[in-house]
């Protein structure tokens, strides 16, 4: 298991370096939203979960793993909607395996006690969780808050590495040392979201949980003197310090002609370049922050070709923007980062303190 992990870290490191000497653009990192289909109804949702429309079938996401992996791909988060309710999600994680790409999933935990057997076969485990029991089933709806904490129980009893994923709203800005303690607990580690309106699928139901600008900048300020303590915030401090300094206001992008803006970030956005999205339907995106925006208009897997569609977010002006995943995956995809990143898995893979505390009460 140990092996197999090191080859895949490997092929992902070495791709990499591949497209920072050569100044490439690869599609290294995908995230693949398997289905529109969730079992929660989260208010900032960017997925309209109702929608009915046709979805990529089994045979066409392999079909497109396997090209994607010609092209270059070693790293694959499995999303949706969500990614447990797909019914051959066993199917396509054994075909991301045979590739020996490295395969994440982003879950919101209900399913994961019924299909452990499943989920013990991915390599890291992404569960959304947002705060304490009162703020996250604000955020996430009714029993939301235990779904996710015996996702989490059930993952790291049976040694599956898991790492909470919290967004930031006005029902969960106060619940960062809860969290904080969780994974103290648990031994793991949290990163931090914020939403904007124009991420979320219903306006309405997000304006009732954006924070305001003041609050996202004493979110990470707090979370600045929380990592300088030690605790397991997975952001670096880099990225901590992007998003307090942002010169805009949170919800508007920085885009290349913008010259007054630009010099704020000397490096280019990773997303559209080595990362991308592949919505249920097909459609390839850049990043989740330009879902329901004019700013770019994807093109689709199965009508234009994959090729295509790729070449299609070359066109993308925008050049960096609130989000912290930009410099921390600028970060991450460095010699520094890969290895930052393997010890942090690693660490939680051998944990030996894990089956003790957990059976403590939280
Ligand atoms: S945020 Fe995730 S868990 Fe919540 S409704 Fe959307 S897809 Fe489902
Ligand atoms: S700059 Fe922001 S909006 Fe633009 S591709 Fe990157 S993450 Fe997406």
């Keep these: 298991m140990l092996s197999n992990l090191l080859v895949k870290r490997a092929r992902l490191f070495n791709k990499v370096m591949q497209c920072k000497i050569l100044g490439q653009r690869s599609p ?7 289905t529109d289909r969730c079992n929660m109804h ?10 009915k429309r046709k979805e990529l079938s089994t045979q066409e ?19 949706g909607g969500e990614p447990l309710l797909h019914p051959d999600i066993e199917e396509i994680i054994g075909h991301i395996q045979s590739k ?12 994961v006690p019924k299909m452990i057997n499943v989920v013990k076969k991915i390599n ?44 930031m709203t006005k029902q969960s800005q106060n619940s960062l040392e809860f969290l904080l303690n969780l994974a103290d607990k648990f031994d793991l580690y949290v990163t931090f979201a914020i939403t904007a309106e124009f991420l979320c699928e219903d306006i309405v139901r997000a304006e009732e949980v954006t924070l305001s600008d003041g609050e996202i900048k004493n979110v990470f300020i707090k979370l600045k003197k929380l990592r300088q303590q030690g605790r397991r915030v997975l952001f670096s401090q880099a990225a901590l310090d992007y998003v307090i300094n942002y010169p805009l206001p949170y919800n508007k992008i920085i885009f290349q002609d913008d010259i007054e803006h630009r010099k704020f970030y000397k490096n280019k956005c990773p997303f559209g370049n080595t990362m991308f999205y592949v919505d249920a339907n097909g459609d ?15 093109m689709n897997i199965l009508k ?8 299609n977010m070359a066109r993308l002006r ?45």
């Design 100 to 111: 020996k790409i490295i395969c994440d999933m982003t879950t919101n935990g209900i399913l």
């Design 318 to 362: 925008c050049l960096t923007c609130f989000c912290p995943g930009v410099p921390e995956w600028n970060r991450i995809m460095s010699l520094r980062g890969l290895t930052d990143g393997l010890l942090v898995t690693l660490k939680q893979t051998f944990s030996r303190r894990v089956k003790n505390q957990i059976t403590n009460n939280i």
């Design 28 to 34: 290294v990192v995908a995230y693949l939203l398997l």
């Design 284 to 298: 390839l995106y850049p990043c989740a922050a330009l879902w329901n925006t004019d700013h770019f208009q994807p």
């Design 124 to 167: 890291s485990l992404m569960v959304s969780l947002d705060g304490d029991e009162v703020a996250n089933d604000a955020n996430r709806g009714k029993g939301s808050f235990k779904y996710a904490l015996d996702a989490i129980k059930i993952a790291r009893e049976n040694g599956v590495v898991v790492r909470i994923n919290a967004v």
């Design 42 to 51: 989260c208010r900032y949702c960017f997925v309209d979960t109702t929608k």
């Design 61 to 79: 996401w392999k079909q497109l793993i396997d090209e994607i992996f010609t092209m270059g791909c070693r790293m694959i988060c499995l999303m």
């Design 304 to 311: 234009d070709g994959f090729q295509k569609a790729w070449d």
